[in-house]
């Protein structure tokens, strides 16, 4: 496994971050509960059952097939590195707006997405109806920058709005359905205005100074996610990015946003990532499985490429890998969610779908000792990882590093030892690996 980043303990409110993008607020990961109400705990404990979700990072970026939207803000010179999309800033932003002239997936297919995600064995999705670049990829009444109007070529089409489309095929499939929203909006007036020039990806002006304007944007955010969860069905999480805006002057009135959300979505769980307190209902390390696991319920994000959104040449993870990630995230008691960024033309890319089939075919052997489990907490050598449903513990051994490992420490109280791989009891003291599979996997009842 790799490791992108630990946790870091102690000190004040503090971000890190483990890649230019990559915000991280390493009090929040280790705060406990406070007072949430029973339903959400209650949500909270499903959430912990489902193990492996999907996320997909999709929109104007996946014709540029550059880092996301990142590239927009100037202050953001990483993501142009030594090859920007274009030389020129001013040029890069007005080329890249007009993007929208020229989004046209012809081979969307929200129910392949939705087939293929099931058989992989994903419990539950998040889309991205918005990046920070302010393009809606569902149908807002709050904006003209959308998938589902002219000059979008796509729009219309049958399936122009994306985000209800792969909503309703999900669950067709019964994948549970999440939102992806950015909270700061880089096409938005209100946010980055036309008359000044924006730096960075914070709003084009100090929200203190100009305190009407941010009342402007504070309601447009609040009107489109009161939206998407008032129009699209049944959610169970929000996720929001943007882990800039609710920090500093940019403060966002989350009290009235959740209360006027959840009139919709009673349970919906809310995920201000890196913000904390109690709209971070669960944290979410981004591309690295955390040394310490968090006090809240937790997820661990990890692309299967190198980015989130396709990038054409893109690095992608070996399915030994991301198996790896899988079996050390939930052994540690958390989620993993997988990213997948969909070509401009709306198919998956095949390297993407050729992990994914692997894993599906994995979790269908072995998937009822990942799924509704929850960490065993007993201290075993390198290689081993547990993982305990109700009496049961299930215990993996990666190929190649793991020792034999007696079954007296793990537990004193056994009827049966099953071998899984072999589908044969063992009557030995010591659990070892002798299969050519990537991991060994038993069952002690």
């Not at 990559?22 to 959430?47: A, C, G, H, V």
């Not at 071998?419 to 002690?444: E, G």
């Amino acid at each position: 496994m790799i490791f992108y980043g630990m946790i870091q303990l102690g000190g004040s409110l503090k971000l890190t971050k483990i890649r230019e993008d990559i915000e991280e607020n390493t009090r929040s990961e280790q705060e406990n509960y406070d007072n949430l109400p029973q339903n959400i705990l209650d949500k909270l404990e499903w959430f912990k059952d489902q193990k492996i979700g999907v996320i997909f990072h999709w929109g104007l970026y996946s014709i540029a097939g550059i880092v996301e939207s990142w590239q927009l803000s100037e202050e953001d010179q990483w993501a142009r590195g030594d090859h920007p999309w274009r030389n020129n800033i001013d040029e890069l932003r007005s080329d890249y707006w007009g993007l929208n002239h020229s989004f046209s997936p012809y081979n969307f297919d929200p129910d392949e997405w939705a087939s293929i995600c099931k058989k992989a064995g994903f419990r539950y999705m998040l889309f991205t109806t918005k990046h920070h670049d302010g393009f809606n990829m569902y149908d807002t009444a709050y904006s003209d920058y959308k998938v589902t109007q002219s000059p979008c070529p796509y729009a219309g089409e049958q399936r122009s709005d994306i985000f209800g489309s792969v909503a309703a095929a999900f669950r067709k499939k019964d994948i549970h359905v999440g939102a992806y929203y950015s909270k700061a909006d880089w096409h938005s007036p209100f946010y980055w205005s036309p008359d000044e020039r924006a730096k960075g990806r914070y709003a084009s002006y100090h929200p203190i100074e100009n305190p009407k304007r941010w009342q402007q944007f504070n309601q447009f955010a609040h009107d489109q996610l009161v939206e998407i969860c008032r129009d699209y069905g049944d959610l169970d999480i929000l996720w929001l990015d943007g882990g800039w805006v609710n920090t500093g002057e940019e403060i966002l009135v989350m009290d009235t946003i959740a209360s006027d959300i959840r009139r919709y979505q009673d349970d919906l769980l809310i995920v201000d990532r890196t913000i904390g307190g109690k709209y971070e209902n669960y944290v979410t390390p981004e591309r690295k499985i955390p040394e310490i696991p968090p006090k809240k319920a937790w997820e661990s994000n990890i692309p299967i490429a190198k980015n989130w959104g396709f990038c054409p040449n893109d690095q992608y993870k070996s399915f030994e890998e991301i198996l790896d990630n899988v079996i050390q995230v939930v052994a540690l008691g958390g989620n993993i969610i997988l990213g997948v960024g969909p070509k401009p033309d709306g198919s998956l890319p095949r390297e993407s779908v050729a992990v994914l089939e692997q894993l599906g075919n994995w979790l269908n052997q072995f998937g009822f000792g990942i799924y509704d489990t929850r960490p065993a907490e007993i201290t075993v050598p390198e290689g081993w990882y547990l993982t305990k449903k109700n009496n049961t513990i299930f215990a993996f051994a990666r190929n190649g590093i793991a020792e034999p490992l007696p079954i007296s420490a793990i537990t004193d109280k056994v009827t049966k030892v099953t071998n899984l791989n072999s589908k044969r009891q063992v009557s030995d003291s010591s659990l070892t690996v002798d299969t050519d599979d990537y991991y060994q996997v038993y069952q002690i009842d």
